[in-house]
């Protein structure tokens, strides 16, 4: 990457320039400080950018944090960016930024792939537990409240936060709740017994983003069509009129939720996840035609139910909760990232505790 022969490169292991950094490296007249990770989970790439942040700070050197992982995904590249630490993968990719050094590669297929599906915290069903902590940033939970709050079993929850205090983006607490004592998990802080600490979400932008990169709105069923309407405000109306006068569960997206829910600008295309197909006659008497490359309406029959968890009504129009919305709005056209993007603030900007 920097077109030197391998012995222009010095690589010092001897000292560690901060608790988890493990090279030094001089390399064209430049020092670097380079923190090697086995994979890159947008968690473990945030607290390693801001170790090395810090500790640049902390020794007012000038020497370049790097951080290397085998595929550097847009969440982890984010975090780099906002810390002002540099990095490279094995892939080929590269961002590495310095006075009088500027190495930009990017487009390199991940090759590190594993074959198979994927193990991840983001999978529909786990996404359940990644939803809540979102919605509810900066709470400290047990595993037995989140596993009741999610609708799933202990033990399967217990395995996700495994997975998520792994990769960097939550934090199990010092005591029972967080400050060294008091709170109980039900039995398992009874008598002679101790739980797991409370958990808390490190940083829910960090996660946020690392949902939005794994998420494919595209796995749910989609159903694509027009109906004859004159305003975006009428066609959201009529729609969640008919599903609701049917009995359909349902709650808008994309779009039509940051309208909703943040005022956003107007739109043209309305999502609405369904619990089940909506009846033909139901969309015949609305005027549904199918139409995929005209659709002005995209009916989704989610791949798990928590879409709808902390569904709110807004104007009498059930809408799914602020994070769900902002993750689907990914795969939506027109202003989409501008909603998107008007809509993290918003998410970021609150606990959403309710």
Known sequence: MLGLEPEKVRIDASRAVSRGSSLRVSA????FVLEPLSDA???RVAVAAS?????????RRRSIPVVAVPFMGEAGASVCAAHGVSWFDLSGNARIVAPGLRVLIGGRENKFRRVGRPSTVFAPKTARVVRWLLAHAGTAVTQRELARAVGLSEGFVSRIVSRLVDEEFVARLDGPDGRGAGRGE????GAGRRGKPPIQLRDAGVLLDAWRDAYRFTNHTIIRGH?????SSELVGSIASALSRAGVEHAATGLAAAWLLDGFAGFRLATFFVDHEAPGELLAGLGFRDDPRGANVWLA?????GVFSGAVARDGIRCVHPVQAYVDLAAHPERASDAAEHLRASILGASHDG
């Open 227 to 231: 109906l004859p309407v004159r305003t």
């Open 28 to 31: 064209a007249g430049h020092a």
């Open 41 to 43: 989970s947008a968690g």
């Open 51 to 59: 170790r090395l942040a810090a500790a640049r700070v902390a020794r």
């Open 301 to 305: 029959i989610p791949n798990d139910a």
């Open 186 to 189: 039900g039995e398992d802080f």
